[in-house]
């Protein structure tokens, strides 16, 4: 299993949200290239980059600190946050991203993703599957589609998606362990899908349990950021793969 370091922007800052909620953010470092970095030095290998601002702004803004990312260390970056259009992910591609994730636009204009994932291929688009009740949430997370998770997975592996973050939002932020049953569900009906967990992360032993699942990746954020998990400790786990 992979360990995917998140870093998520605001005004070009490092922060983290509590159940994206943009009222409850707290702000952990001024410059994410140089956090980055920090992530490459130590080995790791991707990069969860999240343009909070254009996931608000239903726009990419900050294509700037993806371009500096990309330019300066040598970490797969996947982009998420205000890709809405063909041109967006021509853009973010041509920024330097190798994936991009396909969020609340993948619940509310299934046509277009499904014309990304034909035209650049499976493995280029990652499927944002952000759950309460397992319900499928867009516009951060502010709204249910009232789409049915395994029916929304079923629909887009059907259509060739290779890879899909899976995030609890009951989890994110919170530091209360990740969504274990709901991973172990998802992976018993599709054995194949290079499943993402997202969200709830607060230790070494959280990410031990996840590793056990068989899971792609796991994306860590506020546990990093609050010195719970050390830099050293996430190499760890990506070394003994």
């Not at 194949?192 to 699942?213: E, F, N, R």
Request: hydrophobic share 40%; net charge negative.
């Amino acid at each position: 299993m992979e360990i995917i370091p998140a870093i998520d922007i605001i005004d070009g800052k490092c922060v983290r949200l509590t159940k994206g909620d943009y009222n409850q953010k707290t702000e952990y470092f001024n410059d994410p290239v140089e956090v980055a970095q920090k992530f490459a030095a130590a080995g790791i290998k991707r990069l969860h980059l999240v343009d909070l601002d254009g996931a608000r702004q239903k726009k990419v803004v900050n294509i700037q600190t993806l371009k500096d990312i990309t330019a300066n260390t040598s970490l797969i970056v996947d982009f998420g946050g205000g890709v809405k259009s063909r041109s967006d992910l021509e853009m973010v591609f041509e920024a330097g991203a190798s994936q991009v994730t396909a969020g609340s636009i993948a619940a509310k204009d299934p046509g277009e993703v499904r014309k990304w994932i034909h035209d650049f291929g499976g493995e280029k688009i990652i499927l944002g599957a952000d759950v309460l009740d397992r319900k499928i949430m867009v516009s951060g997370w502010q709204q249910s589609t009232g789409l049915e998770l395994f029916t929304f997975l079923k629909e887009y592996i059907e259509a060739g998606v290779k890879y899909a973050i899976c995030t609890d939002i009951n989890k994110d932020g919170m530091l209360s362990g990740p969504a274990i049953e709901l991973y172990e569900e998802v992976l018993a009906e599709f054995p194949d899908l290079k499943l993402i967990a997202s969200g709830g992360v607060s230790s070494l032993d959280d990410l031990h349990q996840l590793k056990s699942k068989k899971l792609f990746a796991a994306i860590v954020g506020k546990a990093y950021y609050e010195n719970r998990i050390t830099l050293e400790q996430l190499k760890e786990i990506n070394d003994a793969d």
